[in-house]
């Protein structure tokens, strides 16, 4: 019997880099540097080389990061923050964790990006924030909000599923006020645990972050805000390093991947991915449609394909965020979380597994 397929494979990613991690723990654990230290200054400053913005500032975890970002903006009770219906919780969470308001507005039919018409039709006097989400590895069209949004209203991406990604040349993270990212393992640039970080050009943002993540002490046993504790642990600062030098081969060899899944999905009755022009996607996730989904996917699942489901709910929809609409208010989340269908891809995938995904997914249709 032919081996299972996995939605994403962390053991062939770690065999790249075990060397390299395992000789890295050893200097933190010399040093005894546990908490910061030179490995996570060193992940940081590489980090905003790579992004193209002057200050990151490490995080225990994605979701930490956007609500510090939001908390740096000033953002806070009373206050509104756009975000697309379709999304993981987290970033919803983000803005109910600062305090604020969660406004919901549709997608587009395809990219699933946020529907930019939308947002600027949900604005009001109150809405200091939007947060585009790059899902899948996809810019959603920050450039086009930038110049439309009323002044005063902040730009937070939501990178944490494009590490690498451009859109007309600017770098997912780079293009708003400030961006929050996730290093959770399944990333494209993906810690061994939970990780995130903060990005942003602005000092006084950045230092905010940064102050708010160690307990609002600008200096110990000092404390100027109600903070948290939210620091990037140094020896995921170590892994992220490691892989950081190889994450463009690495989303070169997924763009690869995408190429062959739209080759060989062509004469399929299945919607495949849609590239809006200018984008550069990293491919976070390959995401088709399908009808009859729960079937098909139980197929796949039943033959060894590690397929999945990004995401099944809508935001609205959850129990956690009722109070935010109905079914049927953003038809187009809601259809395509109907539909959606994430097909094994990272980077060590060979082109013999994607034969076999495929040939799975032909028999379930």
Not at 114 to 119: M, Q
Not at 164 to 191: E, V
Not at 354 to 359: A, M, P
Request: with cysteine.
């Amino acid at each position: 019997m032919a081996a299972n397929i996995p939605l994403v494979d962390l053991a062939a990613q770690h065999a790249e880099v075990a060397a390299e991690v395992e000789e890295g723990w050893a200097q933190v654990l010399a040093r005894t540097a546990f908490v910061g230290g030179p490995a996570v200054a060193a992940f940081e400053a590489a980090y905003a080389s790579y992004s193209g913005v002057e200050h990151v500032v490490g995080v225990a975890n994605g979701t930490d990061a956007l609500e510090l970002a939001l908390r740096a903006l000033g953002i806070g009770p009373g206050d509104e923050c756009i975000l697309p219906a379709n999304t993981f919780i987290a970033t919803a969470e983000a803005v109910a964790r600062a305090g604020a308001e969660v406004v919901l507005v549709d997608c587009e039919p395809g990219t699933a990006l946020i529907d930019v018409d939308a947002t600027l039709a949900a604005v009001t006097d109150r809405t200091r924030a939007v947060l585009p989400v790059h899902l899948y590895g996809q810019v959603a069209d920050v450039a086009s909000l930038r110049d439309r949004l009323p002044a005063g209203i902040a730009i937070c991406e939501d990178a944490a599923q494009s590490q690498g990604a451009r859109r007309d040349g600017l770098q997912a993270g780079a293009i708003g006020d400030i961006a929050g990212t996730s290093f959770y393992p399944g990333k494209n640039l993906g810690a061994y645990g939970d990780a995130g970080a903060v990005l942003t050009n602005s000092a006084e943002l950045a230092d905010r972050v940064r102050l708010i993540g160690a307990h609002g002490s600008p200096r110990k046993y000092e404390h100027s805000v109600v903070g948290v504790n939210s620091r990037l642990d140094t020896l995921q600062a170590v892994v992220l390093s490691a892989k950081l030098e190889r994450l463009d081969t690495w989303n070169a060899l997924r763009r690869e991947a995408a190429a062959r899944y739209d080759t060989l999905l062509a004469d399929l009755p299945v919607t495949r991915p849609t590239v809006t022009p200018g984008n550069e996607p990293v491919w976070h996730l390959y995401v088709i449609e399908v009808d009859r989904r729960a079937e098909v996917l139980a197929a796949l699942n039943a033959d060894g394909i590690g397929a999945g489901i990004h995401y099944p709910t809508p935001v609205h929809l959850t129990e956690a965020f009722a109070t935010l609409g109905k079914a049927g208010d953003f038809p187009v989340a809601e259809a395509m979380a109907d539909r959606i269908l994430s097909l094994p891809l990272y980077p060590q995938i060979t082109e013999e597994q994607q034969l076999r995904v495929v040939e799975s997914l032909r028999k379930a249709l």
